[in-house]
């Protein structure tokens, strides 16, 4: 295999394309977001980067909160709408049929189809260029309690989440291994790298 060279671009994927919701207490409103990932375990902190001409931006800003919903195949439709169309002059919930819930840590709204949300509040506003970034604290984690098992286990992967890559969404598949499989010891003392 030969590597060719390109100039820096953002080009890392998959990511997530999550639906992002957010209020000022008025407004409601929910976004599409792929920028978005973890940067902290203790204390948990995520981030999300948001264009300032965004109408999302604004309230975020205003409130210092919102709600990152992991979106799934059955979320394909809103989370592609959700990235296209502003919600400055309409009503994106009711377009795509997303049920809000009230969270519970936060005062915005989060969708009841995700299988799972990440309540979050703003720490600080960091301008990146094109886009300024909310670092954020998780504040709380709301779960939908079909994916958990008997005992008490969290089953993501049984939810058909989306990634993004290069303008396309997938479906994420079969579970390759969990953490620290490469490393646990075996009876036949094989290594598994490749």
């Not at 390109?6 to 957010?22: D, E, H, Q, S």
């Not at 792929?34 to 204390?43: F, L, V």
């Not at 377009?95 to 949300?117: M, N, T």
């Amino acid at each position: 295999m030969s590597k060719i060279k390109w100039k820096g671009g953002a080009l890392t994927a998959p990511i997530p394309p999550v639906l992002v919701t957010c209020s000022d207490g008025e407004t409601d409103n929910v976004f599409t977001v792929a920028w978005t990932g973890i940067t902290c375990t203790h204390p948990p902190k995520t981030y999300i980067s948001v264009r300032p001409e965004r109408f999302s931006y604004d309230i975020i800003k205003k409130s210092g909160e919102f709600a990152i919903n992991l979106s799934t195949e059955s979320l394909v439709g809103a989370v592609d709408f959700c990235g296209i169309k502003s919600g400055k002059n309409i009503d994106k919930f009711k377009l795509c049929g997303l049920e809000k819930d009230q969270a519970f840590y936060v005062s915005c709204p989060i969708i009841r189809q995700s299988p799972l949300s990440l309540e979050c509040r703003v720490d600080k506003i960091i301008n990146l260029g094109s886009h300024d970034m909310f670092l954020s604290d998780i504040v709380g984690i709301s779960v939908d309690d079909s994916i958990i098992d008997r005992e008490g286990r969290m089953n993501l992967e049984k939810c058909g989440l989306l990634a993004f890559a290069h303008g396309q969404y997938f479906k994420l598949g079969k579970v390759l291994g969990n953490f620290g499989f490469s490393v646990k010891r075996r009876k036949n003392k094989k290594h598994i790298y490749k």
